[in-house]
């Protein structure tokens, strides 16, 4: 998988190439917009990562450019600039997701793989992280052959980070993808961990190994370790 | 391209010389009128008693000539006057005329008393009356006339004096204008010039005001009224600023100390793994503070509404259930009741996080196990009141204005995890404003404070037609002449 980052910010380009290259992807990186133009024509690229703020030949104009040649490449676009116009017009331009800085990189890792895998349907009905196990439709959950007795809220947000199973989600993705809540400054953190906490309670109180664990200052990772 | 003089002064100077000129003008053409009037008919009576004199004193001799009776004897210079038989012959010529002539009348049976005009062989312009008369049984014409030329001095006169008095009189009258116009906008010149000083340095400066009640007063009070208004914005701003920096650099110090002593001696993965978690934490609050100053700044620049009719107490409820766990965890209850039927058209997101952010407020400053009162309901005025009670400690009066305001807190030794960044408010106030409402605050110290959403009755069917979009700030400019706060 060849993931092309072009991000102008030279620590958020490393730490862009660190993670996605753990993650198991090749990455290339490009410092402005010519280069990732150059790199693009040059290389077969899988997906791009797209900084909208760049020098000399901005993220939009790149973006367009490369759509008026009708790449199929999946663009994922990243910038600072989040009113609802700058998110306009980065998917007019042909963008296929936005996310805004500063963001959480569990959240990128999760809109990547969201991405590279569009067009194939992965969401197994029945999901298993060690002997807890998640039964989508029939919204039933078990630990050790015993059922849990979750709210919805709790099945919901159970079942994400099963489905996100050793991956660590933020709060920001809980709030988007499972509480549906697109306004940022809507406090919606205590809320989100207090469900964690209910959870936990009934998913790992009377069984071992504790399932849910939290990252400090990053999230929540659902496995029979933490990292 | 049309001349036009730069200066108010000059035009005004300008305008007020032209009607002067304009006015005098047409006072000077009709007095001159009516003055020529009035001098030709004195003239013309004159020249009817000259000849009533004349007619009186003419005898006729036996051989058919005519004289004048004792005109000799009292050196009357006599009049300009001939006497024409009906035969058109001349009988008697005054000895004043000379040779000049007055000539033959053109009808010797003029009307009573034509007066026309001639002209002597010599030049002299004259009033010439003939008139049928009879001397000794004979009848006769007689002519006389009077000389023009003493009037015609005095036309002169006039005019001359005129000529050279009216120029001088607009001259001076320019000038008087110049310097009264120059007077009157001396106060103006003096806003201007010291508007061109301002700067942030000096808005605690104010224009004298001389006379309130006039025009200049007036409009020098307006200027040091929106002078006090951009001085309390500046002020507001400077707090926020500074406001905002503190709380920017509390994390900022945080993720720094952290960061050094992480780094201080050599330690194992975990203890570095608990740092990097540490710092991320502040940087979480730095982001979510910065979220929340973008969406106030937006607020400031105008958001565009995307109104639909909404059910309130549906939305209330919403809001709630959001944060229902909240409560529970501190053994409160939050209870919603009122009027499923009242409805409003808003934007569902924008209010919802005016009232998410109410009931946080109030599930954060309401003890354990207290209770939370929402209301929805109309009031008798047809507007849709959103009320939202808690049992927490009041908000002392001195602080009620002011809990609003950007980074405020009552209770200042409140720690940020208790109590927020202090901005939850100020959106919440933002968003009720842009849908052109307000909100009340009543609070007895100790027992509690009501925050009451006001937003105005269900908009009238015409003005959906224009749409549901609508700019906050046009909202916001609503929201300032019927919000009670600030």
């Known amino acids: 998988m060849r993931v092309l980052v072009i991000e102008d910010e030279a620590k958020v380009a490393r730490a862009l190439d660190d993670g996605l290259s753990r993650e198991g992807y090749e990455v290339t990186l490009a410092r402005t917009g010519e280069e990732g133009y150059y790199l693009l024509d040059s290389a077969p690229f899988d997906l791009v990562v797209l900084d909208l703020m760049l020098p000399g030949r901005d993220g939009v104009e790149v973006l367009a450019t490369m759509r008026s040649r009708d790449r199929g490449i999946p663009v994922l676009i990243v910038t600072a600039r989040d009113s609802v116009e700058d998110r306009v017009i980065g998917l007019d331009a042909g963008a296929d997701d936005y996310l805004v800085k500063p963001f959480a990189f569990a959240e990128l890792l999760a809109r990547v793989r969201a991405l590279s895998r569009r067009g194939r349907s992965e969401a197994p009905a029945r999901l298993k992280v060690s002997d807890l196990e998640v039964d989508a439709s029939a919204r039933r959950v078990t630990r050790g052959g015993r059922t849990l007795d979750l709210t919805a809220r709790e099945f919901e947000l159970l079942e994400y980070l099963v489905r996100n199973h050793g991956r660590v989600v933020s709060r920001e993705m809980l709030a988007r993808d499972v509480w549906k809540e697109t306004g940022r400054a809507t406090p919606l953190d205590n809320v989100i961990d207090v469900h964690i906490a209910r959870l936990r309670r009934k998913v790992d109180d009377s069984a071992e190994p504790k399932l849910i664990h939290t990252v400090r200052g990053v999230g929540f990772v659902i496995g029979e370790s933490a990292s | ?486």
């Open chain 2, 1 to 486: 391209m049309r001349l036009r003089p730069r200066h108010v002064r000059t035009r005004l100077t300008l305008w007020y010389v032209a009607v002067l000129s304009a006015v005098l003008a047409v006072y000077i053409a009709s007095t001159l009128l009516f003055m020529r009037v009035s001098l030709h008919r004195q003239l013309d009576e004159g020249l009817r008693g000259e000849f009533g004199h004349l007619a009186d004193r003419l005898t006729s001799g036996r051989d058919g000539t005519v004289s004048v009776a004792g005109q000799a004897e009292n050196g009357d210079p006599g009049s300009l006057a001939e006497v024409w038989s009906p035969g058109g012959e001349l009988v008697y010529r005054s000895p004043r005329l000379g040779s000049q002539v007055l000539g033959r009348p053109a009808s010797m049976t003029p009307a009573s008393g034509s007066i026309n005009n001639l002209t002597l062989g010599n030049g002299t312009p004259l009033r010439v009356l003939t008139q049928p008369h009879v001397i000794g049984g004979r009848d006769v014409v007689i002519r006389v006339g009077v000389s023009e030329e003493y009037l015609h001095h005095q036309w002169r006169e006039l005019l001359t004096g005129i000529a050279f008095g009216l120029p001088a009189a607009i001259l001076i009258a320019g000038f008087a204008g110049d310097w009264l116009a120059r007077r009157a906008l001396r106060p103006l010149e003096r806003m201007a010039s010291h508007a061109e000083k301002l700067t942030a340095d000096n808005l605690g400066e104010r224009l004298p005001v001389e006379n309130p009640d006039d025009e200049l007063g007036h409009l020098a009070r307006a200027y040091n009224l929106s002078l006090a208004r951009i001085e309390a914005s500046f002020a507001q701003l400077r707090r926020f600023t500074a406001d905002a920096s503190h709380e920017l650099r509390t994390p900022l110090t945080a993720i720094r100390a952290v960061g050094e002593v992480a780094l201080q001696d050599r330690r194992d993965a975990d203890h570095y793994r608990d740092a990097i978690g540490s710092m991320l934490e502040e940087v979480d609050r730095l982001s979510h503070l910065v979220g929340s100053l973008l969406v106030l700044s937006r607020a400031d620049t105008g958001v565009a509404l995307r109104r639909q009719g909404t059910g309130l107490l549906d939305l209330t409820r919403e809001s709630a259930a959001l944060l229902e766990i909240l409560a529970d965890e501190k053994g409160q209850r939050i209870e919603v009741r009122g009027d499923p039927s009242v409805r409003a058209d808003v934007d569902r997101l924008i209010l919802r996080q005016a009232l998410i952010n109410l009931i946080d407020n109030a599930i954060k400053y309401s003890p354990r196990g207290g209770s939370i009162g929402i209301d929805v309901r109309r009031d008798p005025d047809g507007r849709s009141v959103i009320e939202v009670s808690d049992e927490g400690p009041g908000i002392p009066e001195t602080h009620r204005s002011q809990v609003f305001e950007r980074f405020y807190r009552v209770d200042k030794a409140r720690s940020r995890d208790e109590g927020g960044a202090g901005l939850g408010l100020s959106i919440a106030l933002w968003a009720v404003k842009a849908h052109g409402g307000e909100i009340e605050v009543s609070s007895e110290e100790g027992n509690g404070s009501t925050f009451r959403v006001v937003l105005a009755a269900e908009t009238p069917p015409d003005s959906e037609a224009r749409g549901a979009r609508e700019t906050g700030e046009a909202g916001l400019e609503r929201g300032r002449t019927v919000g009670k706060i600030r």
